[in-house]
């Protein structure tokens, strides 16, 4: 479990990685697209329009670290960290639609009955360039996303990594192009990019969609949320719980049943005594609701929550 790190040290690590992306998906997109028209080469051109993407993504990013920095406040109790998930659905949207263009442009393209041109060797140089850069933004986001846990910079790391695949396979569709003389490869090239791109939006919408939606993707923390509680006396029945997250911390709703006879601060002092275990175990835990009941007590309309039993019962596609 990594360490906890606030939202004002991970939003500066936030707003280094937009502003290298912003600077270095500029470069490319400019190059790209400009050589591309140059080069004859539809396969570059959209290369260039998924950089400019890029671009946006990373702008994104930079507004996103500078709203989660901001604390609590009486509109947004909870603090301001969802924000990050919204902006990793909007840059879905954003990547979905440059795919949707490109897709349109390349079928466009295969069946004009235009006479094509080849593309130029200087198209392979510009995708290598291309190859490059995106190994090393794909490995920094990386890096810097797992370190603070970032779903929008590891989306963006992601895109990243997604680009050096469309980048070679650009420069191998370009390549047979120039090889057997036909330019109907670059734009066949084209179309299996914008499949790739439409894919990559699907990918990461439907990772921010499970934040938004209040679940995690790791069920094993509940196992070990009520494995930190095994060794508590006087605590019984943990159940009713609901873990969730914001960004990278664990917002966390538990009951538990205690001997009806004990005084209230005796309950109370069993309650602070499991959260202390829950927050040992899992360190990031941005909060933690307990509600103690008497032992034994029943209520039959409670049908949403965990307990040991259900997860033990959890098909393991599930977990």
């Known amino acids: ?60 990013t930079l507004f ?62 510009v995708t290598l360039i291309s190859v490059i850069v995106k190994i090393f933004l794909a490995l920094y986001k990386f890096q810097k996303g797992k370190k603070i846990e970032s779903r929008l910079l590891m989306a963006d790391a992601v895109n990243m990594r997604n680009d050096i695949f469309l980048s070679l396979s650009v420069f191998i569709g370009i390549g047979l192009t120039i090889y057997f003389q036909l330019p109907i490869i670059d734009s066949l090239a084209s179309l299996l990019l914008s499949l790739f791109i439409l894919y990559s939006a699907y990918d990461i919408f439907k990772d921010a969609n499970l934040e938004l939606m209040d679940s995690i993707e790791d069920q094993a923390i509940y196992e070990e949320l009520f494995e930190s509680l095994g060794d508590i006396k006087g605590l019984h029945n943990p159940h009713r719980c609901r873990i969730r997250k914001i960004n990278n911390l664990y917002d966390i709703d538990l009951d538990i049943e205690v001997d009806g006879n004990l005084t209230l601060k005796e309950a109370h002092n069993i309650s602070i005594e499991a959260e202390t275990a829950v927050k040992t175990r899992l360190k990031q835990v941005f909060d933690i609701m307990i509600h103690v009941e008497p032992l034994g007590n029943i209520e039959h309309r409670e049908q949403y929550g965990l307990n040991p039993q259900s997860i033990k019962t959890t098909p393991e596609k599930d977990k």
């Open 1 to 60: 479990m990594m360490p906890y790190m606030n939202d004002i040290e991970r939003a500066k690590i936030l707003r280094k990685a937009s502003w290298l992306g912003i600077i270095l998906n500029g470069f490319l997109a400019i190059i790209k697209i400009f050589f591309g028209f140059f080069a004859h080469s539809l396969a570059i051109i959209g290369d260039g329009i998924d950089s400019f993407t890029d671009i946006f993504s990373s702008l994104i």
């Open 64 to 125: 996103t670290s500078k709203v989660i920095s901001e604390p609590p406040d009486r509109e947004h109790p909870w603090g301001h960290g969802r924000a990050e998930t919204l902006s990793t659905t909007v840059l879905s949207f954003i990547i979905f639609f440059a795919g949707f263009q490109l897709l349109i442009g390349s079928i466009e393209s295969l069946f004009n009955e235009e006479l094509k041109q080849l593309p130029r060797p200087m198209a392979l140089w």
